[in-house]
């Protein structure tokens, strides 16, 4: 059985929910030799950010026992090499492009979404507000409502109607759903999450830390209970809000976890660094997934989960997708 795997990256349609995770393949040239980068649903980029920055002193990558943290620091070239060099290799690829942008103040991140709002190739852009807000004492935009809900305001204000916003949430908050809320009001078209959680590791031998900046952020297996836990919040709360989920994605089955939970999208990150063809197996086993369960479209099963927690009695009919529509 074919499955119907098309999904909706805002009002943007993609033959795939499968994406690469920002900042795990850089602008996508170095998984190109593995696969073509046009058969999944878009490359995230990494952060792009005004001005060229080196990132941070090594040692800035320790592996943990079920993932890895990082501590690079937005390294890159900036926007003008990007605009320059990457988007339009991506765009002579045939790849949706699905831009990420970092800065360390709401006109940084508005004039970045203007620059490339104006640029051709950008399928959408998706705002990481997990960096160091200058003006409010270098508290991260992520973790606070108001600051979320400027940015992608300023960024949404910026941006062509035609290419969808996304903002990236971060877990390291009391309450994910408020943030959500918020950047929804301020004109986001969707949301990714989760972001890395902040984590750390020291060296029992040289009794130091690991890292050289101390603190990096956790990703891999070990943060998919949370983004699950994230994910199936924010789908409760707004269920007609598009989700790009991720962290800790190695299989199609851990995918279709997180589509169950309400993503409509999943990026991979961490595993390509030991599978750099992960995205493609990943999308040959969701596909095998879905058809092993009678499903016939993607769209059937995002935040089936929820019907089916609802229960007896809770009016939300409890139905398997499929020809059947078999009853729970």
């Known amino acids: 059985m074919a499955v119907d795997l098309r999904t909706r990256l805002g009002h943007v349609e993609l033959p795939n929910p499968i994406l690469t995770a920002s900042g795990c393949a850089g602008a996508g040239r170095e998984l ?3 696969f073509d980068i046009a058969k999944i649903g ?64 709401v006109e940084e991140y508005a004039d970045l979404a203007g620059r490339l709002s104006g640029a051709a190739g950008v399928t959408a852009i998706e705002v990481n507000i997990s960096c160091p807000n200058v003006a409010d004492r270098g508290q991260v935009f992520a973790c606070s409502a108001g600051s979320a809900a400027a940015v992608t305001e300023a960024v949404r204000s ?6 969808p916003v996304f903002a990236k949430l971060s877990p390291d908050v009391t309450d994910i759903v408020s943030i959500a809320r918020a950047c929804v009001d301020g004109g986001a078209d969707g949301l990714s999450m989760i972001n890395t959680l902040l984590g750390m590791a020291i060296d029992t031998e040289r009794m130091r830390p690991v890292l050289a900046g101390i603190t990096g952020g956790l990703s891999g297996p070990a ?42 999208m999943v990026s991979v990150g961490t595993t390509i660094f030991h ?22 479209r993607l769209a059937d099963v995002i935040g089936l989960a929820h019907q089916a927690h609802a229960g007896p009695g809770s009016g939300v009919p409890r139905r398997l997708p499929g020809k059947s529509g078999s009853v729970l």
């Not at 599978?275 to 016939?296: S, T």
């Open 223 to 264: 943060i998919r209970p949370v983004a699950v836990r994230c994910i199936w919040q924010v789908h409760e709360a707004l269920p007609d809000v598009p989700i790009i989920g991720m962290g800790g994605v190695r299989t199609g089955r851990d995918a279709l976890e997180l589509i169950l939970a309400g993503a409509a």
């Open 158 to 163: 910026r941006v062509r109607y035609d290419i």
């Open 32 to 34: 190109a030799q593995f």
């Open 275 to 296: 599978d750099p063809a992960a995205c493609m197996r990943i999308l040959r086993e969701l596909d095998d997934e879905l058809a092993a369960r009678g499903v016939e």
């Open 42 to 105: 878009a490359i995230v980029t990494k952060s792009v950010m005004a001005a060229p920055r080196a990132g941070r002193p090594t040692p800035r990558m320790a592996e943990t026992d079920s993932g890895m943290l990082n501590s690079i620091g937005l390294q890159g070239p900036g926007i003008d090499a990007f605009l320059q060099r990457d988007l339009p290799w991506l765009l002579s690829q045939g790849a949706r492009a699905v831009v990420s942008i970092a800065g360390s103040t």
